[in-house]
């Protein structure tokens, strides 16, 4: 069984930051990629940043410059720095791993139970 346990959410003033972290737990034998997606409220779920387990990178064009996901391969943990917040960032934050479980096995997505951000203008 695999969790993905989601921290550092909040509430936080316009242009203030906050660091998001996930860690995966359980049966892992690797992990490909894991990423950061959002929902806001009447909103479908978007990607906002990835990284592959050799530490290449995917963002949001809406996030690009003031968002850093960085990893820790040895922990299975995920950070989402988020720095310059902005009221459009309010949302649920959700953690997402591409987990193969065993060698024998296809890799498979899991989530995390989300956290909320939340930006006051």
């Known amino acids: 069984q695999v969790q993905l346990v989601e921290s550092g959410g909040g509430l936080v003033q316009a242009g203030g930051s906050l660091r998001l972290s996930c860690a995966a737990s359980?049966?892992?034998?690797?992990?490909?990629?894991m990423a950061w997606y959002r929902q806001a409220p009447g909103k479908q779920r978007e990607l906002v940043a990835l990284?592959?387990?050799?530490?290449?990178?995917v963002y949001a064009d809406s996030v690009k410059g003031r968002f850093t996901i960085s990893s820790d391969n040895a922990k299975n943990t995920v950070y989402l720095r988020m720095n310059s917040l902005k009221p459009e960032d309010t949302a649920v934050y959700y953690c997402n791993a591409d987990i193969r479980v065993s060698q024998w096995l296809t890799t498979k997505y899991y989530w995390g139970q989300g956290t909320q951000v939340t930006v006051a203008s």
């Open positions: 990284i592959s387990s050799g530490g290449s990178t």
């Open positions: 359980g049966t892992i034998f690797s992990i490909n990629t």
